[in-house]
């Protein structure tokens, strides 16, 4: 060969060196400094036109793409490692993660499985999820790319051991009658997908009314199940919520423990939101019974604030959840020894796959340790509450819904406005606040009235923020009322 074989290494590693150095740099810089930014702000039309453009056949130097990067990436995040991020409900991500992100990927390694200290990592992290909630070390349990994919993983397995055929084999079409899951009508969207790609379909899932509290009714709940045992349908599965994305009520896990373990159902809770209250002095208490679950769904992108992506499914009979998933092809047999000789990580759920997502967990929970995670937990509830305190103290603010944990539901109400016209009045305090990147809350409606969500759930936030949100909302309100009522005028 005239060439040398090329290869994707760079030529000059010490160039290489000073752009990586001056992306840590950077990176620091970046995340110090977050407060001092707008939350979100609109990219300008010069800058979106860059990502509509095809792919360059030809390429250019690393510190180009990366200058690329810095002007027309980071001045435009979404915002939720902003300390007045409190939109849907999302982690805010932390330093170290994302360095665990980085050095996984330097490592590169694929924890479909095979023997290697990535792969042990995994298995360590999985071991720290079960304690955390309180599961035997004998249950199972598998890192996905989030709480949607941790949900389809616990419901699959209760499906299938539920189904009381030889369900992988001979498919849906072979039940004898329909499945029915039960969740309440405040469960999560990612529970109707999961039914839908199980192939048991929407229906499947019926939604038992939700209490005064935002709760299920477990009145409700019993005689759901009756009627649909009558009805010749096969009750199978209760999704109780710990922390409902609307508004962070959790279902009464010990008394639905009760239940299915009376009705012979399985039960998954849905954790994604409140799962991890288990390791916080103060919320623990309200995930009583968590652990009687045969499955759980929890979210460390959330709570454990790890960078996205990273979901966790447990399922404590770990017999059932490998018999759920596992395969073994001839290209992917055990080896006595050697790399092939671990376990297979990919037979407890869907990925062949999979990344080295356990290591930004790891690295963040060996730096800080458990304690210190369980009071930030506790710190959002106290946010959350100092927050709703504000909201009753100020006039024409009001509390939508005693939040249990770090959602706050609010609007605010001058008086004699239709609940169309609040509902347009928020909506446009919603949405200056995002534009002028002073602080970035959602909105939901609850029980029939529309309203703004704060998901405090955010280790930067302080008080001040969160008294410029209550500041910001009524100096905004009484600007947008003065103006509708001299358009009426
Ligand atoms: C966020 C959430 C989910 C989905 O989790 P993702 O990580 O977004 O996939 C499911 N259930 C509840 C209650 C949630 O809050």
């Known amino acids: 060969m005239s060439k040398l074989p090329e290869t994707?290494?760079?030529a000059d590693w010490e160039t290489h060196r000073a752009v990586a150095h001056q992306m840590v740099d950077d990176a620091i810089d970046y995340i110090r400094d977050v407060r001092s930014r707008p939350v979100w702000q609109d990219m300008p039309?010069?800058?979106?036109?860059?990502?509509?453009?095809?792919?360059s056949h030809e390429g250019m130097p690393l510190p180009n793409v990366y200058q690329q990067v810095m002007t027309e990436v980071f001045?435009?995040?979404m915002g939720n490692i902003h300390p007045r991020f409190w939109m849907w409900y999302m982690g805010a991500s932390n330093f170290t993660g994302a360095m665990g992100d980085f050095l996984a990927a330097i490592l590169g390694s694929n924890l479909g499985g095979g023997d290697h200290a990535a792969a042990e990592i995994d298995k360590q992290v999985i071991g720290w999820m079960k304690e955390m909630i309180g599961y035997p070390a004998e249950a199972s349990g598998t890192l996905v790319s989030g709480g949607s994919m941790a949900n389809l993983i616990g419901l699959t397995v209760a499906r299938n051991v539920m189904s009381g055929i030889d369900l992988r084999n001979e498919g849906i079409g072979a039940l004898s009658a329909p499945m029915r899951f039960y969740g309440s009508d405040q469960v999560h969207s990612c529970h109707r997908i999961a039914v839908e790609a199980m192939g048991l379909g929407n229906n499947a899932l019926r939604r038992i009314p939700s209490d005064a509290d935002c709760r299920m009714d477990l009145a409700a709940l019993r005689t759901a199940i009756t009627e649909d045992r009558a009805s010749g349908l096969h009750p199978a599965c209760v999704i109780a919520t710990a922390g409902t994305v609307n508004t962070g009520a959790i279902d009464d896990l010990a008394a639905i423990a009760d239940l299915c373990a009376e009705e012979g159902l399985w039960m998954h809770v849905d954790g994604c939101i409140g799962g991890l209250l288990a390791i916080a002095p103060k919320g623990r208490a309200m995930v009583n019974g968590i652990a009687r679950a045969d499955s759980i769904a929890i979210d460390p992108h959330k709570w454990l604030h790890a960078p996205f992506e990273v979901g966790c499914a447990l399922v404590k009979d770990a017999d059932a959840h490998l018999r759920t998933?596992?395969?073994t092809?001839?290209?992917?047999?055990?080896?006595p020894r050697g790399i092939a000789s671990g376990a297979w990580l990919h037979d407890f759920g869907l990925q062949t796959s999979r990344g080295f997502r356990a290591l930004k967990v790891w690295m963040a929970l060996k730096e800080h340790g458990l304690a210190k995670f369980g009071r930030l937990i506790d710190q959002d509830l106290d946010h959350a509450c100092y927050l709703s305190d504000r909201i009753i103290a100020t006039p024409n603010l009001e509390l939508c819904f005693p939040g249990v944990i770090n959602i706050v539901c609010f609007r605010y109400d001058p008086g004699g406005l239709s609940e169309e016209a609040l509902k347009r009045l928020n909506t446009?305090?919603?949405?200056r606040m995002q534009e002028t990147g002073i602080a970035a809350v959602s909105d939901t409606t609850v029980r029939g009235r529309h309203c703004l969500r704060a998901a405090i759930n955010n280790h930067r936030t302080l008080p001040s923020d969160l008294d410029m949100l209550t500041g910001e909302v009524v100096r905004l309100g009484e600007i947008l009322a003065q103006n509708t009522r001299m358009k009426k005028g």
């Open 325 to 327: 998933f596992t395969v």
């Open 45 to 55: 039309p010069q800058v979106r036109e860059q990502f509509r453009k095809g792919l």
């Open 428 to 431: 446009e305090i919603m949405v």
């Open 8 to 10: 994707l290494d760079p």
């Open 329 to 335: 092809p001839e290209y992917l047999e055990a080896a």
């Open 75 to 77: 001045p435009f995040p």
